[in-house]
């Protein structure tokens, strides 16, 4: 062996071997070791396995974890795209506000650490939408029982929306449905008010909710809401004193028609037109057309128009509404009581059972020679006249007011048909007044059938006649009253006084409250104490309206079943007993009350609601007096005086009042129209009809009038007009344009204004 094989190292070789051992990365061995490498970091792993959701809107804020891997680490989105308003750091964090919906959005995220690792894992987003939308169409805050709303919801959730209705009723065509896609609601059939939400089907926080009421009012078929002429309708239930001002209530819409709307407008529910079923509206003008316009739908659509004097309504060729005012008339003195037109005055009167809107045309022929009065029986659905009407309207009477003869004949020309129609156990009601107490004129009433074939008169009074001209009934446009048994009420005007005599004759009714029975026979009478006053001094005791129908159906035994009251120019409210209305005294002592009212004198017909009487005389605010019902008297008895009453006035000729109410006692609001600036010769001025509503409970708190936002305004006033409430809306006769001038002078001759809770 060598020496080479067996030489021993020497200290300083040792030294440097160990050294050498100790470098890095040398491939030193011995002792056992190894190769000295250092350990691998752990595995790098995602640990975030979801996403929270988010709502557009609201801010968002999330964090990416993993774990193992060689700090630092750092992310990255590598695929797909963040929903809109959000952004991520290389922190891992993802922040920001969405702006957008997101359905599921995929988004994938990689993770690197410092040794090089790489993870990525995908992740899904849901941001749900802030808010939903509800639209209707029509736009309308009420709904009659059964009829159908169509709904659709606007929101950007990807799974749309569930919809449902508190309380129970009702159903919807579609319980859930995407964004923006109709649904139809048909209302229950009870009414009440009804609470429609839209929910987001993936966040049931976010909702949408429209409130409707829904009536079982059939319709408003004659004057002042019914026969009683009560104007309380008390199945309103979208309308309330919540929710009546200006900020959720307004003007509508507006239909244009051909002449000044005197009388009041009519409302039908659920009445099929051309094979679709609609809420009408009809609107008779004195221009002598007639109107049916959908109630609810904007801008206005019309579904019929017809002209009561075409041949096609029983007219000659050639005959034309007969002018009225102080530059061209032929009809009164020129004072333009009535302006431009006298055709269509008085209220028709719908018969439901029938299908059937009477009403009383007016017109002349071309050289104002021949005049004519017809009573029409109107299809509701087409406009086309019934078979066998209209009818020509005419009659006789006996008397000897006739200049000395031993009758008085009906003149068409004379005879202004002003009063409201009534409809009573099927047969129609018609009365008539003076054109500016022009004669010979007279207060004529007369009754009409229809059979199914042809219009037939049945009953004919004149209540003066033995008075040259006289006892005009006209009321200020009401209509005659009746009471649950059938009988019915007018107020007369100027006139001889005969019956009180004790020698023949004995059958003239100046200025007297009259009952009849349905032959038209006089039953029982009422005549005021200074009805001679009256007489003399143009007086009338029959301005003041119908007479208004308290049916007391639960009165205590002795009492009266149902008592009746009205007024006059004197602005004396008279409280009478209806089956025994105390003939004459010089003390009236045959009224159960009699008391003041106003010094400018009664031109309308008062509400009742609540047991409180509402009336709004000429130069007076809007009066509210408590009824007591178990003494039958307003109290206080011995001098009655108002519990509240508005605190602005109204001109001549004062206000006829409405009451919309939810039942007896609650949601009541009164309604007016200040119709001063009426436009005619006698008026101050000439401008819009001016609608207000008051607190039934306080008069002194007014919740809107149409001149509070310049966008409400209504066409021209019209003397003695009156306002339908019906199923969450107001409709408002006007003369449009008109001025005041004759017939076209101006580019819209009438309209009429609907006002109502605004589209949410």
Known sequence: MSDVMHRTRSGPEILLALLVCLAPLSGCSGGGGGNGASQPPPTLTVTTTSLPPGRVGVAYAATLAASGGQAPISWALTAGTLPAGLTSTAAGAISGTPTATAAA???????????????????????????????????????????????????????????????????????????????????????????????????????????????????????????????????????????????????????????????????????????TRHNVIFVATAHDSLYAFDADLSPCQQLWHVSLI???????????????????????????????????????????????????????????????????AIDITTGNEKPGSPIAIAATYPGTGGNGGTSVTFSPQQQNQRAGLA????????????????????????????????????????????TSSGGGIWMSGGAPAADVNGSLYVITGNGGLDAKNSSSPTNDYGDCFLQLNGALGVTSWFAPSDEANDAANDGDFGSGGAALVLNLLSAPAGMPRHLVLGGGKDGVLVLLNGDNLGRFSSTDAGALQSFNVGVGGIYGTAAFWNNTLYLAPAGASMLAYAFDPSGERFTPAAAPVPTSQSAG????????????????????????????????????????????????????????????????????????????????????????????????????????????????
């Open 310 to 376: 075409d041949v096609g309504h029983g007219a000659t060729a050639g005959e034309v509404t007969v002018p009225s005012g102080p530059t061209n008339h032929v009809v009164g003195l020129g004072s333009g009581d009535i302006t431009p037109e006298v055709g269509v005055i008085g209220t028709p009167v719908v018969d439901p059972v029938s299908g059937i809107l009477y009403v009383v045309s007016k017109s002349m022929n071309a050289g104002a020679t021949l005049f004519y009065q017809r009573l029409h």
């Open 423 to 466: 409809l009573v156990s099927g047969t129609v009601y018609i009365a008539w007044g003076s054109h500016e107490d022009t004669s010979p004129w007279w207060g004529w009433l007369m009754s009409y059938t229809y059979n199914g074939a042809a219009l037939q008169q049945s009953s004919v009074l004149n209540v003066v006649p033995n």
């Open 649 to 760: 006035a109204y001109g001549f000729p004062g206000s006829t009042p409405a009451v919309s109410a939810t039942g007896a006692a609650a949601n009541g609001i009164v309604w007016a129209l200040n119709n001063i600036t009426y436009c005619t010769s006698q008026s101050p001025g000439c401008g819009p009809a001016v609608l207000h509503a008051y607190d039934a409970t306080n008069l002194g708190t007014e919740l809107w009038n149409s001149r509070m936002v310049a966008a409400d305004a209504a066409g021209n006033a019209v003397k003695f007009t009156v306002p339908t409430v019906a199923n969450g809306k107001v409709y408002v006769g006007t003369r449009g344009n008109n001025t005041g001038g004759v017939y076209g002078s101006t580019t819209i001759s009438g309209e009429l204004e609907v006002y109502g809770l605004k589209p949410d």
């Open 105 to 275: 959005v995929p988004v994938t995220f990689t993770v690197t650490d410092s040794k090089a690792q790489q993870k990525s894992v995908t992740l899904k987003l849901n941001v749900s939408p802030a808010n939903i939308t509800v639209s209707v169409s029509p736009a309308r805050a009420g709904l009659t029982v059964t009829q159908t709303l169509t709904l659709a919801a606007t929101t950007n959730d990807y799974a749309g929306v569930t919809r449902s209705v508190s309380p129970a009723g009702g159903s919807f065509s579609a319980a859930t449905s995407t964004s923006g896609t109709n649904t139809t609601f048909t209302a229950p059939a009870t009414a009440g008010v009804y609470t429609l939400t839209a929910t987001s089907a993936t966040n049931s926080s976010v909702s949408a909710a429209l409130t409707v009421g829904v009536t079982d009012l059939a319709g408003v078929y004659t004057y002042h809401h019914d026969s009683a002429r009560d104007g309380a309708n008390t199945q309103e239930y979208a309308l309330t004193p919540t929710n009546v001002n200006t900020a959720t209530f307004g003007k509508l819409f507006s239909c244009t028609v051909d002449g000044a709307v005197y009388a009041q407008p009519l409302w039908v529910a659920n009445l099929t037109v051309g094979g």
